[in-house]
């Protein structure tokens, strides 16, 4: 049986501010191994910003793309354009786009009120108490994870290669990594490291 991982869950960690990768101000005991590449990620019983709950198992059989997120960071600011163009691109296909925000000074307010502002489509999500980010590792944002049909993780890492928060990358890690995974294929590359912010921990 998968873990579930429920946001009343009681964690205590280091508050890190927001800085770019690697993680300042946090020791790297403090958080999970990532999941492995091929197993089965973590459940989740996360709200959405209307507080609906929402379980990874839910979408068993669609390809999941799960990006750790935050209104205030500047590369999910930039990054966030591109990614409602995947989620555009993929309409048709079985792919479910879920936002996770697990920052401790973001409010579900907050959130909503940016996300209403750019329109961003997708399931948007609070992790209160950074609880799913800390049994997946997450340490930034943007930091995607995307799984197969099976919830089996395919890609863990950057969302492309920018070195600049507008400007698009040339190497499209997530989207080639959505289309391997649509296609029951390995992903290449499978992981690579996270450019960002750091998530605002509790």
Known sequence: MKRVITSNMLVALLVAGFVLYPLAGCSAEDLADPPEIGAALPNFELPDLD??????????????????????????????????????????????FISVNSNAAETVEQIKEYVDKIEKPHITLKDEGNVY????????????????????????????????????????????????????????PDRVKAWGCTIKRQ
């Open 51 to 96: 507080g609906e709950t929402h379980t990874l198992e839910q979408y068993q059989g669609k390809v999941v793309v799960i990006d750790m997120t935050s209104h205030h960071c500047p590369w999910v600011q930039g990054a966030d354009p591109h990614l409602i163009e995947l989620t555009e691109k993929y309409a048709d296909e079985e792919v479910v």
């Open 133 to 188: 980010a800390d049994v997946l590792g997450a340490r930034v944002t943007p930091e995607m994870y995307i799984v197969d049909k099976e919830g089996n993780l395919v890609y863990h890492g950057a969302f492309d290669n920018r070195s600049n928060p507008p400007d698009r990358g040339d190497e499209a890690y997530a989207d080639k990594a959505i289309q391997a995974a649509l296609a029951g294929e390995a992903a290449d």
